[in-house]
């Protein structure tokens, strides 16, 4: 089992900046692609940013340009910087693994006032 565990989340502005972290623990030794997630009321959840073990980027994008993902392998730590914030990035997020197989984490709750 892999626990992941987000922590970051808040109210700012619009305009603001926040960095959420997701810390995975327990079998992590082959975990090879992490994800954020967001999931905004009365919308489906949606892939916000990835990023592979090799360092390889991918980002929706409404939030290129402004989010910024990042791992730290010897934390086992992923980061989410997400700077330029606007309303609609208001949502919860979470933490994903998706193999070898599906984790997902509690959600930490991002509101960005205009």
């Known amino acids: 089992q892999v626990q992941l565990v987000e922590s970051g989340g808040g109210l700012v502005q619009s305009g603001g900046s926040l960095r959420l972290s997701c810390v995975a623990s327990?079998?992590?030794?082959?975990?090879?692609?992490m994800d954020w997630y967001r999931q905004a009321p009365g919308k489906e959840r949606e892939l916000v940013a990835r990023?592979?073990?090799?360092?390889?980027?991918t980002y929706q994008d409404s939030v290129k340009g402004r989010f910024a993902i990042s791992w730290d392998r010897s934390k086992m730590m992923v980061d989410l910087q997400m700077n330029s914030l606007k309303p609609e990035d208001t949502a919860v997020y979470y933490c994903?693994?998706?193999?070898?197989?599906?984790?997902w984490g509690q959600g930490t709750q991002v509101t960005v006032s205009s």
């Open positions: 327990g079998r992590i030794f082959n975990i090879y692609v």
């Open positions: 990023i592979t073990n090799g360092g390889i980027t």
């Open positions: 994903h693994v998706p193999l070898p197989s599906e984790h």
